[in-house]
């Protein structure tokens, strides 16, 4: 067995929830008496395992696992839309205890990054961040940004705060069964375009994710825009590179 084997069967260990999120793995030593290979070898998986975020190697403390279960980064089901079938993430284990939680609301001047978005820097954005978590691991960092115009709009006859503005905590408002949200709030929507990158995880999606800083991940940048070509809202969810990303098309 190469280093390869043995990572790829740590990682589906990791995924499957079998090797717990900070759980302790063997020493190098028993890593390879385990496999029956050599101490280089399974020094050399571990080096693998740490690259792509999924442990962490810390002198005088050992080898843990850095990561939750694997989830899917689902990016949505596009029409012509079957709204009972849509969903918005999958668990890669469907019988597993899932939450989503929203950590973070905030009004700011958008910066200079945002221009690459269709958003004028220094206009007024409102920022929603939400957590999702597998079994109690948080597996996905979900940020989306709006134009504070956008994010202002109440669905016809709504009594309250914006749901797009409502603070942490607040009770979530949803659109009636089989309508969109956009269609609810009354956002003008014609297309959205998403970009995939394999990078480096910003500081705020390792430190939600409980990874360390850098940490390898998928980072997924959703655009909408308005039959004017507008930004609507952006959606940049980033997860650890041991997850997928999908989409369906219901033709």
């Known amino acids: 067995m190469n280093a390869n084997a043995i990572v790829a069967e740590i990682r589906e260990g990791i995924a499957t929830g079998e090797y717990r999120y900070g759980a302790r793995l063997p020493s190098v030593r028993g890593l390879a008496d385990q496999y029956g290979v050599s101490q280089q070898t ?13 442990a962490r190697t810390e002198r005088g403390s050992g ?35 899932t939450n989503e939680e929203t950590t973070l609301v905030r009004q700011l001047p958008a910066s200079d990054e945002m221009s690459e978005w269709g958003i004028e820097p220094g206009s007024q954005v409102v ?11 948080p597996v996905q960092h ?10 202002t709009l109440s ?16 009770q979530p408002a949803t659109p009636p069964a089989g309508t969109r949200i956009a269609d609810w ?4 929507v014609a297309a959205t375009e998403c970009a995939i990158t394999a990078e ?11 990874m360390p800083e850098g940490s390898p991940g998928f980072r997924i ?29 219901v033709g």
């Open 42 to 54: 399974a020094a050399a998986a571990y080096a693998v395992l740490s690259a792509l975020g999924l």
């Open 63 to 97: 080898t843990t696992v850095a990561a939750g279960p694997a989830a899917t980064a689902h990016l949505g089901t596009f029409a012509p839309p079957d709204l009972s079938a849509a969903l918005s993430w999958k668990p890669a284990d469907t019988g597993a205890e």
């Open 127 to 137: 920022e929603r961040t939400r957590i999702r978590s597998v079994g109690g691991v």
């Open 142 to 151: 979900k940020m989306t940004v709006l134009p504070y115009a956008v994010a």
């Open 155 to 170: 669905p016809e006859g709504y009594d309250g705060i914006p749901p797009m503005l409502a603070p942490v905590g607040a």
């Open 185 to 188: 709030l009354g956002w003008d």
């Open 200 to 210: 480096p995880m910003r500081a705020a999606a390792c430190e939600a994710l409980q």
């Open 221 to 249: 940048v959703s655009i909408t825009r308005n039959s004017s070509g507008g930004t609507v809202y952006v959606t940049v969810t980033t997860t650890p590179l041991h997850h997928r990303v999908t989409l369906d098309i």
